[in-house]
Structure formats: structure tokens, C-alpha cells
DNA sequence: CGGTAATTTGACGCTAGTCAATTCATGTGG
DNA sequence: CCACATGAATTGACTAGCGTCAAATTACCG
């Protein structure tokens, strides 16, 4: 992909220093938004300030990478993002895909170094917390970390989920299940479920999915072969839902 | 396998009512032990008796069933426990191996419903903690949140871990890894590491690895002609610890 | 000691990986 | 606005590794 790699210095992001801004109050996620919560919450002075709705910033931006001291976790408001680690063999690993509404870093819980580096798929705006504040949050009240653990077991069963789809799946049904997994966040997040747009290259679905590039291609033009997808580049559209599930369900 | 699988009934267990058991007094995983750490806290008098070091239990016995209401997070003592999910489609999916001092149910956090079933391998003993006991716990001071996270932040990681292991391997660097993960954990638990005795049956272990069983097999074969591993049943010695690791990292 | 389940071993086929070539998309500079 | 360059995506041919089926052997338990 060859991505200009440009950093993401938590200074400077044009956040406001107290108050809420203003870009909440507008933003359609708030009900699924951890951040805006921390504002709301009766926790709201200790807090004040701590959320930061950051401008747009491109995409091929680092968030942070392995081995850089955790300093915060993030949520994403627009736009697309992937994790990655770096195994000891020096092989790359896609750990995830991260949409509107997903909270970012929790595979570095409590953790003194971030175990995964994550950049930007296209541009994107994002909130940063500090991993301390958050923490206290958690601590502040019942429905604090009632919404935090809430977001914790997201991401403990999207890396289950990614875990049993390479246990006994075929290429077909892993893709298949790929498509519905995105769709049924869009879904989840308010957006079109049916018209998917891939921002990630067909080398990170592989290696997020265990495969190779070429079996994803393949795999793309048997579904459509099938009538079940429509396949123009990186967007895709789903044309039988149920269709799709079955496979992603059948094969062994 | 064929397990009787007896149903395990969290009262009647032998906890004593008030006060700390004499039997944590003497474990030897005090340490890394955080029901213990429960009664040791600050938070003594609101948690006395939540933590109860049940009596052993008998191989097959079922801690909970995917879909019950979820009551308690659990601690292994003694022993070993697997878990494991069954898909939509019926497919058994073995997500894990519980040694003394893991944490069993945080898949199940903040969920209604347990998302697996648990199942003692052998003759063991743990520690049953009430879910809302815990989540209050770790809201009452920054070390019981601290300690609470750890724990699932090892989850989390064991996660990834089998996660990254079915992404690029093979079968021997699957089994190797297998072999390796179990040794870590058991030295980390103050046990000899180079005598693994694997509880599980090899088609537990197939699952776990996304291989078939005859492939477990072969593995254990090769592995063993190479002179790195002994194999006896389920006792298996790791002759050569560096070439395992080697083999564990190597191909592709 | 017998019966059952677990494990091992063997033979074979299929799926997906690899290598290689081609087409397509994207973005750049004239 | 077009030609070109570069990388992404697709397609094809071939191969290796693992799954599957089946049989033999071993371990386990009453």
C-alpha cells in the first residue's frame, strides 16, 4: 500500500480546552459514544477538557505504533482504520478494522507499550482520551464502567469472532462472513448496510483473514459469479443477504 | 471424550460464610491470586465471603453452559478447564485451556448470557466470584481496578495469541507454539516447564489449533523423530526448548 | 480380561498458496 | 487533458500441505 506514514501528534489538534465542543452536539454517534458520555456524566468537571473531537487528518495517518508508550486510547467518528502487530519473525499481522462507533487500543489494556501500531485508511476524525482518565472514569460510577466494559467486551468478541472464522472456514465462507461482519457495523453505526465500501487493499482483507491476496480475488468472483455480490473495485454491494449468510455458515 | 458432565451448583460448595478461608493462607498462588486479593483489600468488609475456595471438583464437571445467565467469573486453583462455543451451525469451537491462576468468563463480561461452556479437564479446585461482587470491586480503589484489569488484559492476550497463531502457520509451528504456550504458563505458575502433561485429548487440541486430530498426531511425530519433544500419551517432555521455539517462528 | 474410546498410521484428493503474467486503477507531470 | 509510470488487482498454472476416510493399534476403565 505504501502509504505516506505521517505522525499524529496528540498536541496541537485544534481541540477546544474546556467545555464540550460543539462538533458533539451535532455528531449522529453520540448515543453509541463513549467520549460524549465522559462529558455527561456527573464526573463531568473532573473530566471537562479530557475528550478531544480532533479535526479531519488523512489518511495513511499513524496513531501510534508497537512499542510506543500507551498514552491514549481512541474512538472513531468518521473514516476507517487498521491495527496491525509485528510478530517476532518480522511478519505483519492485520489485527483489525476499526468504523464509526469503535473504541481503539484496548488490546493495549493496562499494558506499558501499545502491542499494535494503527494508521488511517482514509481520512478520518477520531477522539482521543488519555488512558489515566479513562480509567477514572471507569472508576467514577456504575454506568461509567457499565459503558467502558461495554466497549471492552466489543472488542474482546470482535477478536473471537475473527478467531472462530479461521478455525474451521473455508476461503469462501471467510470472506463471506468478512462482508457480513462490516455490513452488520455499518448497519450497527446507522449507515447503508448493503453498500459496503472496502477502504482496506485486498492485501490486508488477505492477512486480516488468513489467506492470500489471489484467494480473495477468487473468492470476490465466485460470489459474484453467484449473484450473491456485486464486485466494482473496492466497493462492493451485497445482493442476497441471506444468500451470503449461508455461505458464510456452510462449508467446512 | 465423552465426559459425565456434572452440573455444578454454586451452593453447597463448603465456603465457609465469613472471613478468609485458612486454605488461601496456604496457596501457593496467592501472588498472582486476585480473589485473594479481594479479601485483602481495603474493601475487606464488603467483599468478606465473596470469594469461596471451593472443595475439588471431579473431571466433566460443567462450571456453566453457553446461554445460562451469567452469574460468576471463576479462578483455577488447581487443575485445568477448557472452553468452548458452539456456532450456528452446531460446529464445537474449543476456545481455550485454564491453568491455575487464569481468569474464566471474561468473554461473558457485560453480557447477560455466558457466550461459552466450561468444562474441568481434570480433578480440580477454584475460586467462584460473583460477577457484580467484581465490577464492584474494581471500582473501589485504583490497585483492585488495576489488578482486575490485568486479568483481563491477559485474556486479551491469550486471545490474540491463538488468534495469531491460526493466521500464518503450519502444523508443527502450531503444535510448537501450542507446546510453548503451555510451558510459559506453567512455569509462570511456579511449575516445572520442561514436563507438560496435557490434560486435554488430542482432539481438543485439533480444534484449538483449527488442524484435524490425525494432523495433531503427525505433528507430535515429527516433532518428536527430530529429538525436540518426547512424546508418552499425554505426558510430553520438551527436550530441546531453543529448536522448539525455533520451529515455533520458522515456517510460514 | 474384555470392551470401548482414543490415538496412531496409511492412502488419496482437494483447497488454497506460490509464482508468474496480465489487466486495471491511480496519480503524476508535461 | 493525455501519456506514462507505479502499484493494485485479477487470472492462470502448478504444487504442497492438510483434511478426509478407513483401518490398525494402543490406552483406559470397569
Given at each position: 500500500m505504501e502509504m505516506e506514514q505521517r505522525e499524529f501528534g496528540g498536541?496541537?489538534?485544534?481541540?477546544?480546552?474546556?467545555?464540550?465542543?460543539l462538533a458533539c452536539d451535532m455528531c449522529r454517534l453520540r448515543q453509541s459514544c463513549l467520549p460524549d458520555h465522559l462529558n455527561d456524566d456527573a464526573t463531568r468537571h473532573t473530566l471537562l477538557g479530557l475528550v478531544q473531537p480532533g479535526v479531519p487528518m488523512p489518511r495513511g495517518t499513524v496513531l501510534y505504533r508497537q512499542g510506543e508508550p500507551r498514552r491514549s486510547f481512541y474512538f472513531v467518528r468518521t473514516g476507517s482504520a487498521k491495527s496491525f502487530q509485528i510478530d517476532e519473525y518480522g511478519r505483519e499481522n492485520i489485527m483489525g478494522f476499526y468504523l464509526p462507533t469503535d473504541m481503539i487500543g484496548?488490546?493495549?489494556?493496562?499494558?506499558?507499550?501499545?502491542?499494535e501500531s494503527v494508521v488511517l485508511l482514509e481520512r478520518s476524525t477520531l477522539c482521543e482520551v488519555p488512558a489515566e482518565a479513562l480509567a477514572t472514569a471507569a472508576r467514577s460510577s456504575e454506568s461509567m464502567q457499565h459503558r467502558f466494559f461495554t466497549k471492552m467486551a466489543q472488542s474482546f468478541a470482535a477478536e473471537r469472532h475473527a478467531r472462530v472464522r479461521l478455525h474451521h472456514a473455508s476461503a469462501d465462507e471467510r470472506v463471506a462472513d468478512f462482508l457480513l461482519e462490516l455490513s452488520q457495523r455499518l448497519h450497527a453505526a446507522g449507515?447503508?448496510?448493503?453498500a459496503l465500501y472496502l477502504s482496506m487493499s485486498r492485501y490486508d482483507i488477505a492477512n486480516y483473514l488468513g489467506l492470500a491476496a489471489e484467494t480473495i480475488s477468487r473468492a470476490f468472483g465466485r460470489l459474484q459469479e453467484s449473484g450473491v455480490i456485486a464486485v466494482k473495485g473496492k466497493a462492493i454491494d451485497i445482493l442476497e443477504g441471506p444468500a451470503l449468510r449461508a455461505i458464510a455458515v456452510r462449508n467446512g
Amino acid at each position: 500500500m505504501e502509504m505516506e506514514q505521517r505522525e499524529f501528534g496528540g498536541e496541537g489538534n485544534g481541540a477546544p480546552a474546556g467545555g464540550r465542543n460543539l462538533a458533539c452536539d451535532m455528531c449522529r454517534l453520540r448515543q453509541s459514544c463513549l467520549p460524549d458520555h465522559l462529558n455527561d456524566d456527573a464526573t463531568r468537571h473532573t473530566l471537562l477538557g479530557l475528550v478531544q473531537p480532533g479535526v479531519p487528518m488523512p489518511r495513511g495517518t499513524v496513531l501510534y505504533r508497537q512499542g510506543e508508550p500507551r498514552r491514549s486510547f481512541y474512538f472513531v467518528r468518521t473514516g476507517s482504520a487498521k491495527s496491525f502487530q509485528i510478530d517476532e519473525y518480522g511478519r505483519e499481522n492485520i489485527m483489525g478494522f476499526y468504523l464509526p462507533t469503535d473504541m481503539i487500543g484496548v488490546a493495549s489494556l493496562e499494558q506499558a507499550d501499545y502491542a499494535e501500531s494503527v494508521v488511517l485508511l482514509e481520512r478520518s476524525t477520531l477522539c482521543e482520551v488519555p488512558a489515566e482518565a479513562l480509567a477514572t472514569a471507569a472508576r467514577s460510577s456504575e454506568s461509567m464502567q457499565h459503558r467502558f466494559f461495554t466497549k471492552m467486551a466489543q472488542s474482546f468478541a470482535a477478536e473471537r469472532h475473527a478467531r472462530v472464522r479461521l478455525h474451521h472456514a473455508s476461503a469462501d465462507e471467510r470472506v463471506a462472513d468478512f462482508l457480513l461482519e462490516l455490513s452488520q457495523r455499518l448497519h450497527a453505526a446507522g449507515r447503508v448496510e448493503s453498500a459496503l465500501y472496502l477502504s482496506m487493499s485486498r492485501y490486508d482483507i488477505a492477512n486480516y483473514l488468513g489467506l492470500a491476496a489471489e484467494t480473495i480475488s477468487r473468492a470476490f468472483g465466485r460470489l459474484q459469479e453467484s449473484g450473491v455480490i456485486a464486485v466494482k473495485g473496492k466497493a462492493i454491494d451485497i445482493l442476497e443477504g441471506p444468500a451470503l449468510r449461508a455461505i458464510a455458515v456452510r462449508n467446512g
